[in-house]
């Protein structure tokens, strides 16, 4: 039971930061934040974890019985919540639910990245609007999808307990993570003399302040 809880959290911080490589250039290309272009890279490389990310994740059904006690089906018949729980906390939905989410997550990474890198070789406005279009969407799913797997894998690990503000606390904590590890690597690009003449020390103030602000909303 604690590897797979150490196993559960370490995997959902790094599927986090994955995830969260999509999310910060959606958010940034909604806000018009042109001043981030320079620093693209740097979440576009954080989306790659999200097949493997991904497959870790799913590992977690061979652990479920020791994590979730709504899988195991003498349980469930014994427990009047669980048992009305059922139809949600069960593993084919979580099969389904997760998988889903864990899909659309690759799907929406290849297609704004790839979009990104058609635009630096074709130039143009159009995969600007692309882009755009695709974040608006992609920001709606991820609220849902993230919901949904932070459930799964956090909030049932104890199906008594309820909470309406959950999401929102994972949503944080990934901001925050997030942020902060973009703001880390780009310091240290340009401690190293990589981007130069692309990050400059406004992008570090930038990124700077939207970690305190991150923490600050954490």
Known sequence: TLAWSSYLIG??????LGVFGVAWIAILTLAGGTWSVTMRRIPEAMTAWLVPGGVMA?????GAHSLYHWSDTEAVAADALLT????FLNMGMFGALVGGSLVLWVVFAAWIVGVSRRQDRDGGMA???????ASALFMVIFALTLSVVSFYFLLSLDAH???TMFAVL?????LQTGTAFVAV?????VSAG????FINEHHLHSLGKMVFATTGFW
């Open 161 to 163: 307990w309820f909470s």
């Open 58 to 62: 799913m590992l977690v059904t061979f």
């Open 11 to 16: 995997m959902f911080f790094v599927l986090g």
């Open 170 to 174: 994972i949503f944080t904590d990934v």
């Open 185 to 189: 690597v780009a310091g240290l690009f």
């Open 127 to 133: 995969a600007t609007r692309t882009t755009r279009n």
């Open 84 to 87: 009305h729980k059922a139809p």
């Open 194 to 197: 990589v981007l130069k003449g």
